[in-house]
């Protein structure tokens, strides 16, 4: 029997590594960095969260908003059964709550998650409320799960590093949110920047909600230095990307950010990764996150698009 559990739970965390291979490439590279079981535990983390997405984002999500709902609320009856007992015929949420248990990720983060998530599929434009909810349970709280995981085997600094677990989670969306810009207005008729009119974005719109981007990034970055060596590399690896991301949206035209998708390259990925590696070596733990870094960085990408329109 405890043969059979043990194989069910490692067919259970391959799914999970299943759907994070096939959705992000950016979030791979940097949970490549992680050690075990902290990466198969993140792993199982955003596995769910993927599929929570795809419910609310995907073409059922689009078109049938009712049945997605309906789907939407079984997941959280199943991953809130499964945190208790410790079993799910769905692979991802048993993965997910094997980590939970493990980790003492409880309700109180999965509850406002799929609160998020729910309101996907009903509100279609935010007010400053809204959205600091949203931003709360779709990202916040996903970012604390993770800080449950890296703090396993000293849960009394969790506390301390919370905020800076929040603020990173909402730099990571608010990120997503400006680059998904196009998609989120065209595809689903979404609008989440309060007071914004995505469809006649302006350029102080972008600075000013950058800003608020960086602001989060510097704030988290003080909390990354004090995660414990397993999980800090691979977090400032992270928030490296998306500041290098955050960057090139800055030095983006609005008009471009209303049409395409902003990416970050993969060599430029492989950089910011090996300059993270090779300076946690350095046990010097700093992210190039520093404002002089952002404005060099979005200088450097503005020349580059000049010359090349020239």
Do not use: W
Request: charged share 25%; with cysteine.
């Amino acid at each position: 029997m405890a043969d059979d559990t043990e194989l069910y739970d490692r067919v259970a965390d391959a799914a999970a590594v299943t759907v994070i291979t096939h959705y992000s490439s950016s979030f791979g590279l940097a949970c490549r960095l992680l050690r075990q079981p902290t990466r198969q535990r993140v792993h199982n983390v955003y596995a769910l969260v993927r599929l929570a997405d795809e419910i609310v984002d995907g073409p059922l999500g689009v078109h049938d908003p009712v049945r997605a709902g309906v789907l939407l609320d079984r997941l959280e009856q199943e991953t809130v059964e499964a945190m208790s007992d410790g079993y799910s015929s769905n692979l991802v949420v048993h993965a997910f709550a094997s980590t939970a248990r493990a980790c003492g990720i409880g309700a109180d983060l999965a509850t406002p998650f799929f609160a998020s998530m729910r309101a996907d599929l009903s509100v279609h434009d935010h007010d400053a409320l809204s959205f600091e909810r949203y931003v709360y349970g779709s990202a916040e709280v996903v970012g604390l799960m993770c800080l449950r995981i890296f703090v396993a085997d000293t849960p009394d600094a969790y506390d301390d590093l919370a905020p800076g677990a929040r603020r990173l989670g909402a730099a990571f969306q608010k990120v997503n949110f400006l680059r998904d810009l196009a998609d989120d207005v065209d595809a689903r008729g979404r609008a989440y920047f309060p007071g914004v009119d995505p469809d006649h974005l302006t350029e102080a719109d972008k600075h000013r909600i950058l800003d608020d981007i960086d602001g989060d990034l510097a704030a988290a970055a003080v909390a990354a230095r004090h995660l414990p060596a397993d999980s800090r590399r691979a977090v400032v690896a992270a928030q490296a990307l998306f500041t290098e991301l955050a960057a090139r949206l800055r030095a983006t035209p609005t008009a471009t950010i209303r049409a395409t998708r902003v990416r970050v390259p993969g060599p430029a990925k492989a950089r910011i990764a090996l300059t993270v590696i090779a300076r946690d070596l350095q046990g010097t733990h700093r992210a190039p996150n520093t404002r002089a870094a952002r404005i060099t960085s979005a200088a450097r990408i503005t020349s580059a698009a000049r010359k090349k329109q020239s």
